[in-house]
């Protein structure tokens, strides 16, 4: 084990439904009854008091302004909430879709300093409406038509059951370490999710993309840090690195690696690998067919944490249709 990777993980644990952490043992099938959903970025303007829809420029001064070091520093790393749990059968395996490739930055220099490091993966800050607190979590930029498109967990976007309302001044670091943003700062212009996270609470429908604003150099996400490629359908058995910044390693600090081969988390649409990723870690890429110059495949995003196991959605036919919705908007 090194200080930002992680020896193979074991995905084949036992676990038991009694002993629920973040992630239940079963949940409701994802087949039906659900919708896309787009909500526009909304930011907390200190210089007002209130919450505000506005312009490109605005919300980059707003956000960056928000966001001190030390605010970066103090940010809690997000531990997921529990969803439904009506056991059902998941749902049936379809054929791979690939719907994106991955892409290198557009803007010169590498998409990585070495294999255990890639500028594509960032790490992810907003407020919580409820609580008005500060978390963290983790995020990739994805390869689409916009260039604009971040990959993450639906709980680290948009509320849970909470019919839409999203996470305020929301922004995206690519190849955040130690307080280091080498491509800068990605905020948020519109949401992308399903009404099976927002309306639900169900956590295999935990996932969001977030369309960006440019950073402040002009660039566009996926040009600044590359792109990830994307994958939906497929086997449950997939061999995967997975990226973040797991709260109970280097204290959330530093880009970490697992990897391993998948399986299915019993009774649910969904994978499973034995890393250990604590808060901070959601959202992160499942990336499969990863190479040295950091950049794969996102398959998935992690979700929770159970008995040392994490969990991310199985992406679908359905998640393909949200990423449809999302991949070509601009502001």
Not at 205 to 226: K, L, S
Not at 310 to 326: E, I, K
Request: proline share 5%; hydrophobic share 35%; charged share 15%.
């Amino acid at each position: 084990m090194t200080r930002r990777s992680m020896l193979v993980a074991i995905s084949s644990l036992t676990l038991t439904a009694s002993i629920l952490v973040t992630t239940p043992a079963a949940a409701e099938s994802t087949s039906a009854n659900e919708a896309i959903v787009s909500t526009a970025a909304v930011v907390w303007d200190e210089s007002v008091g209130a919450q505000r829809k506005v312009s490109a420029e605005d919300a980059e001064r707003i956000v960056n302004d928000y966001w001190t070091p030390e605010r970066l520093a103090a940010a809690i790393p997000i531990v997921p909430t529990t969803g439904t749990t009506n056991e059902k059968a998941p749902a049936a395996l379809a054929k791979e879709v690939t719907a994106s490739t991955p892409v290198a930055p557009a803007a010169g220099g590498p998409s990585t300093q070495d294999a255990w490091f890639s500028n594509t993966n960032g790490k992810i800050f907003f407020v919580d409406p409820r609580d008005n607190r500060g978390y963290a979590c983790s995020g990739s930029a994805l390869n689409s038509g916009s260039k604009r498109l971040v990959s993450t967990a639906g709980h680290c976007a948009v509320v849970g059951g909470g019919n839409g309302q999203v996470m305020l001044n929301w922004v995206f670091i690519p190849g955040y370490q130690r307080g280091a943003e080498p491509r800068g700062r990605f905020s948020a212009y519109w949401f992308h999710y399903s009404t099976g996270w927002s309306v639900r609470n169900d956590w295999q429908r935990d996932f969001a993309f977030v369309v960006t604003h440019n950073n402040g150099f002009g660039q566009q996400v996926v040009n600044a840090a590359g792109g990830h490629g994307f994958r939906v359908n497929g086997s449950y058995s997939r061999f995967v690195h997975i990226a973040g910044y797991p709260g109970n390693r280097d204290g959330g600090e530093v880009q970490w690696y697992c990897w391993g081969t998948t399986d299915q988390w019993p009774g649910a649409n969904a994978y499973r690998l034995g890393c250990d990723f604590g808060g901070g870690a959601s959202g992160g890429p499942w990336l499969e067919d990863y190479q040295p110059n950091g950049l794969g495949y996102v398959i998935s995003a992690t979700q929770g944490i159970l008995n040392g196991a994490n969990s991310g959605p199985y992406y679908d036919n359905h998640v393909l249709d949200v990423y449809n919705a999302a991949k070509d908007q601009t502001p």
